[in-house]
Nanobody, 127 residues
């Protein structure tokens, strides 16, 4: 059974930084497609970034140049380094995984691409 546990959320002023972590267990982590999504109140869940088993990454246009997704295979942990934070980045952030996504198709374009989710961690950015 896949388990994902996020941590690292909090409150920060605009322009600040945070690093989110996602501890994973229960599946072949190193070769899996993993991603970060976020959901603000009243809005749909949207993709932020994804990383494939070979380390290939992709980002939503809204976070390119500000956020970095990475993973530590030895620790089975996924990270999202967030910088130059803006009030519009305020949301619940979720870690997601799918060990069965084909190589080259690991994109955080829709929540439907991922079948395992963490409980979320709140990020609040004040102006």
């Amino acid at each position: 059974q896949v388990q994902l546990v996020e941590s690292g959320g909090g409150s920060v002023q605009a322009g600040g930084s945070l690093r989110l972590s996602c501890a994973a267990s229960g599946y072949t982590y190193s070769s899996s497609c993993m991603g970060w999504f976020r959901q603000a109140p009243g809005k749909q869940r949207e993709g932020v970034a994804a990383i494939d088993g070979d380390g290939t990454t992709n980002y939503a246009d809204s976070v390119k140049g500000r956020f970095t997704i990475s993973k530590d295979n030895a620790k089975n942990t996924l990270y999202l380094q967030m910088g130059s934070l803006r009030p519009e980045d305020t949301a619940m952030y979720y870690c997601a995984a799918n060990p069965f996504v084909r190589r080259g198709y690991c994109v955080a374009d829709t929540p439907l691409r991922f079948d395992s989710w963490g409980q979320g961690t709140q990020v609040t950015v004040s102006a």
